[in-house]
């Protein structure tokens, strides 16, 4: 996997060399064209104000290791373009998400909330409903699509975005490659903490237990919906219908809300464990 890493960055770092005149973020947004070609959707151009066509997949198709976790790199470029933004039409479709997510939720939640972890895992319902539809509850069925779409390799590739992204925002002079590297040495514990503060406004114990879990679940009960609301009824133009809101059955959110809950508490516990051992 060293060799896979290698071989990503080295392309990165080629591509940055090659437009000197881009930001590091921008060259970010724009090495989504290279991820995978399903990872250029409409919904994504409606939520974060653009949308690179793809090119080819040159970043895509191999696992690499960072902060110790086996990720999908074409899956991690493209949550951390997910956790940038870029150009005044990114900063429009951003505020009026915020409008969106005000009504939806009572929270202004931007763009970044819903185009990485809690996309995936709203990701699995909306395959779902796809395929049984919106007032059915199967466990075991929405359990193989989380699975498949908010795999513990996902969640790692969205989390280690998370810290990157954040990486670039603090020092401009970074290149990709730079952020990349210097994020790989994190404990990822400690990222997965980071987000459950900063995002989700968390309160973790010293033997890295949730001490405000029900709050934290309810936070992603919401953004799971409001991101279903707004591709399923607003992005296809059914605003004023509703008719996700109104016929999804709870269950599924709950379902969602709580995989993805005792995913990031097993990934605090685990390193907690090891210090104790």
Known sequence: M?????KMLRFIDDYQQQHPHYSSIQVVRSLRAYSREGYADIFWANVAGSNAAFVSEELDDLAVVLMGQSIDFAHF???LSNQTRSGIRAIVKDSVLRVTSKAM????NDAQEYTAAIKDTAQAIDTYLNEYGPTTYKPEALNDFLTQFASDQYYASDLVA???SR???Q?????VREAILEASWFNYSD???RYLIETL?????RRGYLINGVQVRQQIYERILTYLTIKRDIVTGHMLNRTYRKNIRPALIDHASDYFIQYLQRSLVYHHQELDS
Not at 105 to 108: K, M, S, V, Y
Not at 201 to 205: D, F, P, W
Request: aromatic letters at 6%; glycine letters at 6%; proline letters at 0%.
């Open 2 to 6: 060293a060799a896979n890493l290698d």
């Open 77 to 79: 470029m493209t949550a």
């Open 105 to 108: 939720t009572g929270r202004t």
């Open 162 to 164: 998370f810290s990157v």
């Open 167 to 169: 990486l670039l925002y």
């Open 171 to 175: 020092n401009a002079a970074l290149s």
């Open 191 to 193: 990222t997965v903490q």
């Open 201 to 205: 406004g968390a309160k973790v114990s």
